[in-house]
């Protein structure tokens, strides 16, 4: 079932995703810098009641085991949502990315790795890795985004 989709604006990835009990408007990509090969491709990001961008999921890079076609699967989650929320984006003709959502507990023809029956495994090659983790964290030790943005245009200063 699609639920959303990812456009190009200003050379990022900008969507949204709707569900009966979800809304998220204003949702963003932001592409990892890692050097771990367990690194998720892109964060999921949006904004908060107070304006500032947010992580609420991730993606990785995964392939069907059926057709071998490559997309990105991962969740979205929040401490407001009851549980959280298993998606896939696959590639469009105008250079994004269509949302589908699927119920984890359904199996199918995706490679483990994102629960029982989840979307699919990591297919990236890199070399030889030097550090370990996702990299430096862009939170400050209260919690608040490390460089100072609280008084920036959101809409022109988006963190990726």
């Given at each position: 079932?699609?639920?959303?989709e990812?456009?190009?604006?200003?050379?990022?990835l900008?969507?949204s995703v709707?569900?009966?009990?979800i809304?998220?408007?204003?949702?963003?990509?932001?592409?990892?810098?890692s050097?771990s090969?367990k690194?998720p491709i892109?964060e999921?990001v949006?904004?908060?009641?107070a304006?500032r961008?947010?992580q609420?999921?991730a993606?990785?890079e995964?392939?069907s085991k059926k057709?071998?076609?490559?997309f990105?699967a991962?969740q979205?989650?929040?401490p407001?949502l009851?549980e959280?929320?298993?998606?896939?984006?696959?590639p469009n003709?105008a250079?994004?990315f269509?949302v589908a959502?699927?119920?984890e507990?359904l199996g199918?023809g995706f490679g483990?790795?994102?629960?029982?029956?989840g979307?699919g495994?990591?297919?990236?090659?890199y070399?030889?890795?030097?550090?370990?983790g996702?990299?430096?964290?862009?939170?400050?030790?209260d919690?608040s985004?490390?460089?100072?943005?609280?008084?920036?245009?959101?809409?022109?200063?988006i963190?990726?």
């Amino acid at each position: 079932m699609n639920i959303g989709e990812f456009k190009k604006e200003n050379g990022r990835l900008m969507g949204s995703v709707f569900t009966r009990t979800i809304d998220l408007p204003r949702i963003g990509l932001r592409p990892v810098q890692s050097q771990s090969e367990k690194a998720p491709i892109y964060e999921i990001v949006a904004l908060n009641i107070a304006r500032r961008w947010v992580q609420i999921g991730a993606l990785w890079e995964a392939v069907s085991k059926k057709t071998g076609e490559v997309f990105l699967a991962g969740q979205i989650d929040d401490p407001s949502l009851p549980e959280p929320l298993p998606v896939a984006l696959f590639p469009n003709e105008a250079g994004g990315f269509t949302v589908a959502w699927r119920r984890e507990n359904l199996g199918g023809g995706f490679g483990g790795g994102f629960g029982s029956g989840g979307f699919g495994t990591s297919q990236r090659d890199y070399a030889p890795r030097t550090q370990d983790g996702f990299g430096d964290s862009t939170a400050g030790a209260d919690g608040s985004l490390a460089d100072d943005r609280t008084n920036a245009d959101v809409d022109e200063d988006i963190p990726f």
